[in-house]
């Protein structure tokens, strides 16, 4: 889905209406073969109430690429399930008490930080998150230093009690964290940065990757992304990880082109392996990064993006991935204060609108907890996956090939709680929690930590 226009028909007239009119979502924003689309099903034009009801019919119409239509034939017709209503994904605006470190992602808009005129928005809004680490992009104009001062004795937002560590590379992109920073480097105008807390190494690739269009930039970021970490397993960059490292990529990945994009940054897979060697192992259970895939407060979508004033609807724009087998992201949510009710935003002094006064993207935040590091005799070359994860209704075992497999799966006290050899598996009476799951096929056995939400 590209740029979009909507036309208003009723019975003597019809006008334009925008995105915003309607509160139209896609999701995702890059290639895929389904689509989900989110409309408000009450909306205004102009002074007239417009409400949604009983039977709808859909169809998408390409206009740019030779008028392509989505059916074929016809249109598709939908009944509004009245009985189907479902509340919006919870979330904990404050941080888990269980959690190592809260993480925060924030692409401010043209160091939008700095703006006097924005200065209260991202100042509630930052005091709101209280994160540990923040990962900002689009710092252009201003350091590391600056940044961190701005956020000190302007907007009050670290706590004054404590040193807090900053590093900027490339271009735009700053890190700014209350645990030293051990090293930074750029990658091809992203960052690096390995934080120390308490002991534990994280390896965070702060990125903001080249927008709209130019698919051949992003790809090759992504590709200097993915063997910078091969490299660094290996011990041939500037910095050598240790073993079972956490490595978290987040930022403004800016992914509105090819699906495989996505793809790649998760499972590790290059575009030019002559430029870049091999496809790279990002895990060290030799699996790939895990999505993160918050949900935005108050709606049932997934949404990081928007603006009122462009002709593309609101999208999934930054990401977190991360390392699953050595991090357990316990609640995260995307921050959006026109979902937030009135109480929540008197409640942390949050205007309606601070949220789109402040920048054109919104903060990803996320707490996350260290797992337990399992031996390196556990970790073999297997073909077996599982997904989504975290997950909330059921699980996909992927073998890679048609064998029989069998599966258990445990509580976090080691007690059996669900076992079958079905490919896909309902866990949506499951409570939330952390779960372990074991596969068996053929002569492989995979042991994974599920975290149900």
């Known amino acids: ?7 208003l028909f009723t019975t003597n007239s019809q006008n334009q209406i925008y995105h915003n009119d309607i509160g139209l979502i896609i999701s995702p924003s890059v290639s895929s073969r389904e689509f989900e689309l989110k409309i408000n099903r009450t909306f205004m034009s102009g002074v007239t109430r417009f409400d949604l009801g009983g039977a709808i019919r859909v169809y998408v119409e390409d206009k740019r ?12 017709n939908y009944e509004i399930d009245e009985a189907q209503l479902s509340d919006a994904p919870t979330f904990n605006t404050e941080k888990i008490l269980e959690s190592d470190f809260r993480l925060c992602s924030y692409n401010v808009l043209r160091d939008g930080l700095f703006d006097s005129d924005k200065r209260s928005a991202f100042a509630s809004i930052l005091k709101t998150i209280d994160a540990d680490i923040f990962l900002f992009q689009e710092i252009y104009d201003n350091s590391a230093l600056t940044t961190q001062t701005r956020l000190a004795n302007s907007l009050f937002v670290l706590d ?20 030293p920073i051990i090293h930074h480097e750029e990658i091809t105008r992203n960052g690096a940065f390995v934080i120390n807390k308490a002991g534990h190494e994280v390896l965070i690739i702060n990125v903001h990757l080249a927008c709209c269009e130019n698919d051949r930039q992003r790809e090759e970021e992504i590709d200097a992304i993915l063997s910078y ?27 509105v082109g090819g699906s495989d994009q996505v793809t790649a940054l998760l499972e590790g897979k290059i575009f030019d392996n002559g430029s870049y060697g091999p496809d790279v192992t990002l895990d060290w259970d030799n699996d790939g990064l895990a999505d993160l895939q918050p949900f935005t407060t108050g709606r049932k979508a997934m949404y990081t993006w928007l603006s009122d004033y462009s002709s593309y609807s609101a999208g999934r724009l930054d990401y977190v ?8 992201p316990l609640n995260s949510y995307v921050l959006d204060t026109e979902g937030l009710t009135q109480g929540e935003r008197d409640q942390y002094n949050l205007s ?23 031996a390196a005799n556990d970790l073999q070359p297997t073909q077996l996956s599982i997904y989504p994860n975290p997950a909330r209704e059921y699980l996909i075992i992927n073998t890679g090939l048609e064998q029989q497999l069998t ?21 949506s009476r499951f409570e939330p929690a952390l779960y372990f799951i074991q596969v068996y096929s053929g002569n492989e056995t995979l042991t994974k930590k599920i ?3």
């Open 451 to 453: 975290l149900v939400h």
């Open 1 to 7: 889905f590209g740029e979009r226009e909507g036309t």
């Open 321 to 328: 991935v991360y390392s699953d087998h050595g991090l357990i």
């Open 352 to 374: 309606l609108q601070a949220s789109s006064q402040a920048s054109d993207h919104l903060p990803i935040v996320v707490d996350f907890k260290f797992a337990p590091v399992i």
């Open 407 to 427: 599966y258990e799966i445990f509580s976090q006290e080691g007690i059996s709680v669900l076992k079958g050899s079905e490919r896909r598996i309902d866990i």
């Open 65 to 76: 690429f030779g008028g392509d239509i989505v059916p074929n034939v016809g249109v598709y």
């Open 160 to 179: 004054s009690g404590d040193e807090w560590y900053s590093a900027k590379e490339g271009p735009d992109i700053v890190l700014v964290s209350r645990y």
């Open 229 to 255: 970490i091969r490299r660094s397993k290996a011990g041939l960059t500037n910095y050598q990880l240790l073993p079972y490292t956490p490595i978290i990529i987040a930022g403004d990945m800016n992914f």
